[in-house]
Nanobody, 127 residues
């Protein structure tokens, strides 16, 4: 497992932007596919975006396509989620996650595929 620490959440007006960062500990970061999940009270945690361990493949949930961009820097053990054109419905706690992956291009989307989680960071979008 890796230790994950998110940062970059906050309060923003609708139409604004935020960039979330997730720093991972350990020397094996490049062995992990990474994901960003979000959760609101009473709802199941959902995968917003995922990136393969080589960074060459990404996945986005339909509601954030063309607005969010996930990237990774394996030299810095960090993943990012650039969020543009934010909407009130993007308000949630955002979690960074890591999945030990055998496939260089694989982007895990299921909650149970991930075995390491950050503490979460709140994103609030006001209308």
């Amino acid at each position: 497992q890796v230790q994950l620490v998110e940062s970059g959440g906050g309060l923003v007006q609708a139409g604004g932007s935020l960039r979330l960062s997730c720093a991972a500990s350990g020397r094996t970061f490049s062995l992990y596919a990474m994901g960003w999940f979000r959760q609101t009270p009473g709802k199941e945690r959902e995968c917003v975006a995922a990136i393969s361990k080589n960074g060459g493949s990404t996945y986005y949930i339909d509601s954030v396509k063309d607005r969010f961009t996930m990237s990774r820097d394996n030299a810095k053990n960090t993943v990012y989620l650039q969020m543009n054109s934010l909407k009130p419905e993007d308000t949630a706690v955002y979690y960074c996650s890591a999945a030990r992956s055998s496939g260089s291009w694989y982007t895990p989307k299921g909650l149970r595929e991930y075995d390491s989680w950050g503490q979460g960071t709140q994103v609030t979008v006001s209308s």
